[in-house]
């Protein structure tokens, strides 16, 4: 069974940065695909950023690029979401997700192409 959990959420001032960690178990990371997802109060879900089961690939929602950075360390398991420059826009709580298969090119961007969910870590980005 595939499990995922997320980490390192909290509270940052804007303009600071903040590193979300996803470990994952049951599977080896190389052969998923993954995303991030966050969904703030009162609104619905929406894609982050994805990356590749292999790395080679990324995409971003327009809002984040250049301020987020998606990665993956298969060797120890884990994703990654490096936040910089944030702002109290990106206060939420931040999902991770993995899809199940894929070709080594792909990269999801709604919710329904992945399969596995962390249970989410909240992000509050205020002075």
């Known amino acids: 069974q595939v499990q995922l959990v997320e980490s390192g959420g909290g509270l940052v001032q804007p303009g600071g940065s903040l590193r979300l960690s996803c470990a994952v178990s049951?599977?080896?990371?190389?052969?998923?695909?993954m995303a991030w997802f966050r969904q703030a109060p009162g609104k619905e879900r929406e894609f982050v950023t994805a990356i590749s089961k292999t790395g080679a690939f990324t995409a971003y929602t327009d809002s984040v690029k250049g301020r987020f950075t998606i990665s993956k360390d298969n060797a120890k398991n884990t994703g990654y979401l490096q936040m910089i420059s944030t702002k109290p826009e990106d206060t939420a709580v931040y999902y991770c997700a993995a899809k199940e298969g894929g070709t080594n090119w792909f990269v999801g961007r709604r919710s329904q192409d992945f399969d596995y969910w962390g249970q989410g870590t909240q992000v509050t980005v205020s002075s």
């Open positions: 049951g599977r080896t990371l190389s052969s998923l695909p």
